[in-house]
């Protein structure tokens, strides 16, 4: 331990709130060096909706290791890719009647982010991109542009991006897709035409704000009469974790470029995909490109992913029933904490708390309690339950037991009977928190 802290850079985060030395993992338990046992809701930020080390991955990958298969591929043609590509075509796009060609980028979200933002640049000639209030889409320059983390930003100078409100962040039922396109219809509004328009359909990141049907639509319609390409980021929120494979599949709206990265492996492993609308694909030969495009072993583990879970619609229907009782437990929650109200949809739920700190002081109860569970949104208010979708239901249920008794034992201790919303003073014990670093 004194190796890591002594030795790891100050940039480190998700280890000082959970701090551990772990040894192993399996489904959705975490071992340490002490063979204590966590339960994991936070599924390496998403990227292991499937699991810690599913078997069938595992043993798929041991033997492509046995057999000499191939690891690193750069952009060459491999029948590990080619395997996978065949896969995602007939299990993925084929049912659902979409028409895309995949690019491989380099291996993460914020990656696929940034060839999507260049190649919509190249395709409409156009500079400016759209993004929204609260997203997160990365943290390298383009990305981050698009990115609202003010943390994550640190007051760079970073351009090329005009921001626009998300469904829901103005009051009084306020349509933030008419102020959009009204900004767009003026030549004086001082936005310029966009390439695109980019956003999340629930924001991950960003407090698990969820865009309606109707918002979408609203967007991606716009995005086409002002001559913008439409972006979804499914980093987070695709792989099944709403509960289709793509968060976007009951909001009607279908993407131009999609990215994909975190879970679509798997297994775990680095890999990002861009999903292109054929017309749009008018990428000159290795005009984006990047050495670490070919993880074969991330091909491998997401063919075995494909046949395993999206053959049909069985576990669809079983995120869908993981995901009320996931509402269900999170409601009684919030009936017990005054001020607070559920986020997010499918198995990417939450409670809003209202408050950061009590956010945090909840999250690190349930971690003494062996729950490793996380924040999310721009005070940190949010208590996100982001547990593997294979997570067996027992576990599920005790993750969120411990979730409710941590929150009440904190506001029996603090005498707290109302959390103290983000405007007002918080209190003392509450104040002395350090503030929670993730993303
Ligand atoms: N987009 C979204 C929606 C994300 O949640 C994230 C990561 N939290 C990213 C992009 C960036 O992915 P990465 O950290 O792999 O670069």
């Avoid at 030795?7 to 998700?14: F, M």
């Avoid at 990265?261 to 008018?282: C, N, T």
């Avoid at 990428?283 to 991330?298: D, K, Q, S």
Wanted: include cysteine.
């Amino acid at each position: 331990k004194n190796v890591l802290d002594n030795l790891e850079s100050e940039v480190r985060g998700y280890c000082r709130n959970f701090n551990p030395l772990f040894k192993s993992a399996s489904g959705s338990l975490m071992v340490d060096s002490n063979d204590n046992q966590y339960i994991d809701f936070l599924a390496a930020c998403g990227s292991l909706n499937y699991g810690h080390n599913d078997p069938d991955m595992s043993l798929s990958l041991k033997r492509h290791i046995d057999n000499n298969g191939i690891t690193a591929g750069l952009d060459l043609y491999t029948s590990t890719k080619a395997e996978f590509l065949k896969s995602f075509n007939e299990r993925i796009l084929q049912p659902r009647k979409l028409n895309y060609r995949t690019q491989f980028t380099g291996p993460t979200g914020t990656n696929g982010v940034e060839a999507a933002l260049k190649l919509a640049r190249k395709v409409t000639g156009r500079h400016n991109v759209i993004s929204f209030t609260n997203g997160f889409h990365g943290v390298t320059l383009g990305s981050l542009a698009a990115t609202g983390n003010k943390y994550n930003r640190m007051g760079g100078n970073l351009s090329g991006v005009s921001r626009a409100p998300f469904e829901g962040y103005l009051d009084g039922g306020f349509d933030t897709a008419d102020y959009l396109d009204q900004l767009l219809g003026d030549p004086s509004s001082g936005i310029e035409p966009p390439a695109a328009i980019l956003f999340e359909t629930v924001q991950g990141e960003g407090g698990l704000n969820a865009a309606s049907p109707q918002w979408a639509q609203k967007i991606a319609e716009i995005a086409k009469r002002h001559g913008a390409l439409l972006i979804i980021d499914d980093v987070q929120a695709g792989c099944g974790r709403t509960g289709s494979f793509f968060s976007f599949e009951p909001l009607g709206i279908e993407p131009d470029l999609v990215v994909l990265s975190k879970s679509i492996s798997g297994y775990g492993l680095p890999m990002a995909i861009v999903l292109i609308k054929p017309e749009y694909d008018q990428w000159g030969p290795a005009e984006h490109n990047g050495t670490f495009r070919g993880n074969n072993h991330a091909f491998l583990t997401a063919s075995v992913m494909l046949e395993k879970f999206w053959s049909d619609d069985s576990f669809s229907q079983e995120i869908a029933h993981k995901a009320e009782i996931v509402k269900h437990h999170l409601q009684r929650i919030a009936a017990r904490v005054p001020g607070s109200m559920i986020k997010g949809r499918g198995m990417m739920q939450g409670v809003s708390v209202g408050n950061g700190k009590f956010a945090s002081l909840v999250c690190c109860r349930a971690f003494e309690k062996g729950l490793i569970v996380e924040t999310s949104g721009p005070h940190d208010e949010v208590i996100k339950v982001l547990a593997a979708l294979t997570i067996p239901m027992n576990l599920l249920g005790r993750g969120l037991d411990i979730i409710e008794e941590s929150a009440l034992e904190i506001m029996q201790e603090n005498g707290i009977s109302r959390v103290v919303p983000i405007s007002q003073p918080t209190p003392e014990t509450i104040q002395k928190l350090p503030q929670r670093r993730h993303g």
